[in-house]
């Protein structure tokens, strides 16, 4: 069936370095794609969202960008600080599938000090 | 300010036992999600509610049932618990307005023996 996923399971970046999270996805017909964080023992955490009609949003340090031809779409995060250090999912909000998300597996960010 | 508080944090069951999960969203939110979280796994949808009537039903087995109250907080109910329901349950809340900016829950660690 459809899916959103990720390339690497696992990224490993030196504190201060600029990091990127790849994530394909196969269902296009979706209103939005968002990333989250979830740390260790917690809920995951929202970062930001972009709707399909977009290519590029920006937050607090932190990029997102949709690619819709190739089905792709990245969170980078600037100068990534220790406290970055987390799992981090893309997820889907399908078109006409109300409130579901369907989240793509995640890739463990690891921070170096 | 205030989160998605959910209870118990953990709890251990027997097979064929039932469970019940609690979630209170935050105050003025009018969605609630229920997402199951294997080890290792992504986050799944399972049900939501709009102002407590059931809006969305994800991958939810028939053994399992929700439902949200007039104070709005949602439980879950689980019966006849297998090995395989050992999970992580997360609730999350949302305006249904920005439904891709959910606050989860830090969850319900479920451990069926």
């Known amino acids: 069936g459809e899916s959103v996923g990720l390339h690497l399971p696992t990224l490993s970046v030196q504190e201060g370095d600029n990091s990127i999270i790849n994530c394909a996805y196969s269902?296009?017909?979706?209103?939005?794609f968002i990333w989250y964080k979830q740390e260790s023992g917690k809920g995951p955490q929202f970062i930001i969202d972009i709707r399909s009609n977009m290519d590029k949003r920006q937050g607090q340090r932190v990029t997102v960008l949709l690619n819709k031809t190739v089905k792709h779409l990245s969170l980078q995060i600037a100068a990534t600080q220790p406290g970055d250090s987390a799992v981090y999912f893309c997820?889907?909000?399908?078109?006409?599938?109300?409130?579901?998300?369907?989240f793509g597996g995640g890739t463990r960010l690891m921070v170096k000090p | 300010a205030a989160g998605v508080i959910q209870s118990p944090r953990h709890l251990i069951k027997e097979k064929r036992e039932t469970a019940t999960l609690k979630c209170y969203p935050i105050?003025?939110?009018?969605?609630v999600y229920w997402y199951q979280q294997g080890p290792g796994q992504d986050p799944q949808f399972l049900i939501s509610?709009?102002?407590?009537?059931?809006?969305d039903k994800g991958s939810i087995p028939d053994r399992f049932s929700a439902q949200q109250f007039s104070d709005y907080h949602s439980e879950l109910n689980m019966s006849s618990l297998e090995l395989g329901d050992s999970a992580l349950y997360f609730c999350?809340?949302?305006?249904?307005?920005?439904?891709?900016?959910?606050?989860f829950g830090q969850g319900t660690r479920l451990t069926v023996v």
């Open positions: 105050p003025r939110h009018d969605t």
């Open positions: 269902n296009s017909a979706s209103d939005y």
């Open positions: 997820a889907e909000n399908p078109h006409n599938a109300g409130n579901m998300l369907t």
């Open positions: 999350a809340s949302s305006f249904v307005n920005k439904k891709t900016e959910a606050f």
């Open positions: 509610f709009y102002e407590k009537m059931q809006s």
